[in-house]
């Protein structure tokens, strides 16, 4: 009488893929999902050492499985994607103008506590062009005054001392003729 053996191996892979796109966030409550490839890799080895009825070693088997799986996952309507650039966009744009505004009243208080940051320093631009209004005002008579002085000639005409000479002024800007 013959009597019948065998091994049965079963193997299985499962891949946990469960279609997420990639997601970007932008800020808070802004996230945008984008079109997403993944790759995922696997091996399945299986060493087996039988033993017949006697409990004697028969064979070495060796099941070496090697693969992987490539998915793409693309979002189908490409308008919500757009709507969440711009909104992110947007984002960008509120906290840049945040940051600014920030450091610019931060450069203020410490100009008005008499403080300032030491020129040649790795920070010092950042205060470098926050003056007080009082301040760009001056500049700007200073400017004009050295505008006027050197573009600008008094018209000879006879005044009185009290007024004010009236001056003939070239035109700031050339033509391009």
């Given at each position: 009488?013959?009597?019948?053996?065998g091994?049965?191996?079963?193997?299985?892979v499962?891949?946990?893929?469960?279609?997420?796109?990639?997601?970007?966030?932008?800020?808070?409550?802004?996230?945008?999902?984008?079109?997403?490839?993944?790759?995922?890799p696997?091996?399945?080895?299986?060493?087996?050492?039988?033993?017949?009825?006697?409990?004697?070693?028969?064979?070495?088997?060796?099941?070496?499985?090697?693969?992987?799986?490539?998915?793409?996952?693309?979002?189908?309507?490409g308008?919500?994607?757009?709507?969440?650039?711009?909104?992110?966009?947007?984002?960008?744009?509120?906290?840049?103008?945040?940051?600014?505004?920030?450091?610019?009243?931060?450069c203020?208080?410490?100009?008005?506590k008499?403080?300032?940051?030491?020129?040649?320093?790795?920070?010092?631009?950042?205060?470098?062009?926050?003056?007080?209004?009082?301040?760009?005002?001056?500049?700007?008579?200073?400017?004009?005054?050295?505008?006027?002085?050197?573009?600008?000639?008094?018209?000879?005409?006879?005044?009185?001392?009290?007024?004010?000479?009236?001056?003939?002024?070239?035109?700031?800007?050339?033509s391009?003729?």
């Amino acid at each position: 009488m013959a009597a019948a053996t065998g091994n049965v191996t079963n193997q299985a892979v499962q891949f946990q893929n469960n279609g997420a796109p990639s997601r970007q966030v932008l800020g808070p409550n802004i996230s945008c999902n984008g079109a997403t490839m993944t790759f995922s890799p696997f091996y399945m080895g299986n060493h087996t050492t039988p033993y017949d009825d006697n409990m004697e070693q028969q064979s070495y088997t060796i099941g070496e499985n090697w693969g992987g799986q490539i998915n793409f996952m693309i979002p189908l309507d490409g308008s919500l994607i757009e709507r969440c650039k711009a909104i992110g966009a947007r984002q960008q744009a509120k906290m840049e103008l945040d940051y600014e505004l920030v450091r610019v009243l931060k450069c203020g208080e410490l100009q008005q506590k008499g403080f300032m940051i030491r020129p040649g320093t790795r920070v010092y631009h950042m205060c470098s062009d926050v003056i007080p209004i009082s301040g760009y005002q001056k500049e700007l008579v200073l400017a004009n005054q050295k505008i006027q002085q050197q573009n600008c000639k008094p018209i000879k005409e006879f005044r009185f001392p009290w007024q004010k000479k009236r001056l003939k002024c070239l035109p700031l800007v050339k033509s391009l003729k």
